[in-house]
């Protein structure tokens, strides 16, 4: 079974920078692409970007866009985002999903989501 | 959000409901539909993939279809249990970004 196991929950600081993991396992990590979406609380699902494990490749959300970075280590099948200038607005779910299907924008896994809490 | 859902519906257990998602010609017009189900403290459950198919494990109670910009989502049997926020999802091509509907809340009354 496709499993995405993501870190732990993090508390930040307005301004600083947050990096999150999500490992794959159970499947070849290299040929999907691997999709980032967040949810603020009591908000919808909000996607931010991908990145292809194989190229390293990616495409961020205009909105995100100066502000994220998407990276891997494929000697480990792990997945990084990183979001910087963090502010309250930030504080959110975030999310690693994975095509149901190569090279379809459908999510049929997801990782557990990763709690980031913005606060002075 | 770019794709436009409506924000409630609601019937009774055992009836049909639809929810729809309207878009535009260089996301749904261009490219296929997802569907997504979230429970309450949980990460959203693919329903419907390519418009119209389902993954394994989920009933044949939902169906999905897309006509133009607009795709829907159909329940039907509602039971309890199916109360839910409901998304719809797609790539926007002229974007090269992937979005998601501002999502529908189910009650099933």
């Known amino acids: 079974q496709v499993q995405l196991v993501q870190s732990g929950a993090e508390v930040k600081k307005p301004g600083a920078s947050v990096k999150v993991s999500c490992e794959a396992s159970t499947y070849t990590f290299t040929d999907y692409y691997m999709h980032w979406v967040r949810q603020a609380p009591g908000q919808g699902l909000e996607w931010m970007g991908r990145i292809n494990p194989k190229s390293g490749g990616t495409n961020y959300a205009q909105k995100f866009q100066g502000r994220v970075t998407m990276t891997r280590d494929t000697s480990i099948s792990t997945a990084y985002m990183e979001l910087s200038r963090l502010t309250s607005d930030d504080t959110a779910v975030y999310y690693c999903?994975?095509?149901?299907?190569?090279?379809?924008?459908?999510?049929?896994?997801w990782g557990q989501g990763t709690l980031v809490t913005v606060s002075s | 959000s770019v794709l436009t859902q409506p924000p409630s519906v609601s019937a009774a257990p055992g009836q049909k409901v639809t929810i729809s998602c309207s878009g535009s010609?260089?996301?749904?017009?261009?490219?296929?539909v997802s569907w997504y189900q979230q429970l309450p403290g949980t990460a959203p459950k693919l329903l419907i993939y390519e418009n119209n198919k389902r993954p394994s494990g989920i009933p044949d109670r939902f169906s999905g279809s897309k006509s133009g910009t607009s795709a829907t989502l159909g329940i039907t049997g509602l039971q309890t249990g199916d109360e839910a926020d409901y998304y719809c999802g797609t790539w926007d091509s002229s974007l090269s970004a992937g979005m998601f509907g501002g999502g529908t809340k189910l009650t099933v009354l």
């Open positions: 010609s260089s996301n749904i017009g261009d490219n296929y």
């Open positions: 999903a994975r095509a149901y299907i190569i090279g379809l924008y459908g999510f049929g896994y």
